[in-house]
Each structure stands twice: as structure tokens, then as C-alpha cells.
């Protein structure tokens, strides 16, 4: 590479960190937000507003229209970002280990409890992934049926396969339509789970998926509802949360995807 493409690189690069910083400012700055519905409450947060903001912001969105801002963040810069993305989740897979080894006697005690809940993760794989084929999608599939496509599934499926092959787009598809509608459909599922008989204290185990955002929105409203048990609801979640993790990304890589390999190689797929 030379001299003046590392520039033009490292140029894009300073875009996208300018571009990201004003975004996390946005989204801080506007919070949590709550909205009721009797004893229901659905959360916000501001992840949901720094995907919204990120995707308006592209060159094929507001960048059509205002100049300056489709000058700025252009195609180029939409291109690094898988990488950018990448480098992003190094410090969270370091976080995760050091959550770990210190918790690793409570993941050996939970035993069975801990297996059986990634077993139950394998549904996405075995509904998901007849689906997606029929609806035609090809090897993205793989990416975006193997898990939930939160942080961890980013990470294990780009060092894998890449975040820009087809894998990878199927994972970031996920991810960020997750990102959106699944805040929303976990703290609106949490509470219900109440009107059917359901433990307070299992629904907030249930409520750790291994996202941060989604267990912070369902135990948020499940602790709404049960204010008596809040801070127990909220200590098992993220106790949940930071085991469904760990225990996530080996049930990905040694259980989801050679099922999901294998489904894709079995399973009759779309003409296009």
C-alpha cells in the first residue's frame, strides 16, 4: 500500500471515529426512555438510538440529500466498517474473559441449568434456518441463524468467515434488526411470562441472552412489575446474562454452526 492510499485510510478511519463519537453524544444525551402500558414497560435505550442514527446517516440514506454529509461518511468509509467493527469487539471479548475467570466456580456449579439454556438457543438454528432457505437467502443464512447475533455471534462468525462474507452479513443483518425490534420485544415479553405462572427469578435467568441491551430491557420491566424482588431480578439477569455469554460462544462454535453447516448442505434451497 502506498503512502497516499494509507492516508486516504487512515482519513476514513478518523471519519468514521468522528462520525461514531457524535452518535454515542446523541444517543447519551437523549437516554433511557420508558413507555408504559398499565403494568408493561417497554425501555429504550441508547443503543437503539446509535443504530437508528448510524444507518440514517449512510450515503444511501440522508447522504443523498445533504451534500456536505454524503461527502464526509461516503461509500468508502461504509466499506471499512466491517473491520472498524472487528477491532470493536476485541475489548469486549477480552471483558468477557475476565468476567469469567473469576465466576468460573458459579458456571461449574450451575451445571445442567447452564447446558439445557444453550440447548434451548439451538431453536433458532432448527426453526430459523428452514425458513430463511426458503425465503431464499444462501449462506447468510448461516450468519443469521446460528444464535441470537449479538455480540459475541459478531465476533465468532467475523473471525470465522469474515463480517463482509455472506456469514457476516447475515449476523450484522440480525444484529442490528435485534438491535431495533428486539429491545422492544424482550421487555414486552418478560412481564407476560408472570400471567402464565412462570417464577419471577426463572424469567429473570430467561432474561440473560448474552446482550446487554436486551437483558437490561427485560429485567427492567420484569423488575417494573415485581418491585418486591427488583434488585434480586436485576442480580440474576446480569449473573445469567455474563454465563449465557461465555457459555453462548462455545455453544456457537462447537453445537450451532456445524448444525447450521450441515442443515445448509441438507435442507432444499430457493431458485433464485
Not at 63 to 70: D, E, S
Not at 209 to 227: E, F, R, W
Amino acid at each position: 500500500m502506498s503512502a497516499r492510499e494509507k492516508g486516504s485510510e487512515t482519513a476514513s478511519l478518523v471519519k468514521i471515529m468522528f462520525a461514531v463519537l457524535i452518535v454515542v453524544v446523541v444517543s447519551e444525551r437523549i437516554g433511557v426512555t420508558a413507555v408504559h402500558f398499565g403494568k408493561i414497560t417497554i425501555s429504550f435505550l441508547p443503543m437503539l438510538y446509535a443504530v437508528i442514527l448510524g444507518v440514517i446517516i449512510t450515503p444511501d440514506l440522508i447522504g443523498k440529500y445533504i451534500k456536505p454529509l454524503g461527502v464526509f461518511i461516503n461509500k468508502k468509509e461504509v466499506s471499512i466498517t466491517g473491520n472498524v467493527v472487528m477491532m470493536a469487539l476485541l475489548p469486549l471479548g477480552v471483558k468477557y474473559g475476565t468476567l469469567v475467570g473469576p465466576n468460573i466456580k458459579a458456571v461449574i456449579n450451575a451445571g445442567p441449568a447452564l447446558i439445557l439454556q444453550e440447548i434451548g438457543n439451538l431453536g433458532s438454528v432448527l426453526i430459523a434456518m428452514p425458513i430463511a432457505l426458503l425465503l431464499g437467502m444462501r449462506r447468510e443464512a448461516i450468519g443469521a441463524c446460528s444464535s441470537i447475533s449479538r455480540e459475541p455471534s459478531l465476533g465468532v462468525i467475523g473471525e470465522k468467515y469474515g463480517i463482509e462474507s455472506p456469514e457476516g452479513t447475515g449476523v450484522l443483518g440480525t444484529y442490528l434488526v435485534g438491535s431495533v425490534i428486539g429491545t422492544v420485544y424482550f421487555g414486552v415479553i418478560s412481564p407476560l411470562g408472570l400471567q402464565i405462572g412462570l417464577h419471577p427469578l426463572s424469567l429473570a435467568v430467561a432474561c440473560g441472552l448474552g446482550s446487554g441491551s436486551m437483558m437490561a430491557a427485560a429485567s427492567a420491566s420484569l423488575a417494573a412489575v415485581v418491585p418486591s424482588m427488583s434488585s434480586q431480578i436485576l442480580a440474576f439477569a446480569a449473573t445469567s446474562n455474563m454465563l449465557a455469554a461465555f457459555t453462548g460462544m462455545y455453544a456457537l462454535i462447537f453445537l450451532a454452526l456445524p448444525l447450521s453447516n450441515l442443515m445448509y448442505r441438507l435442507l432444499p434451497k430457493k431458485s433464485h
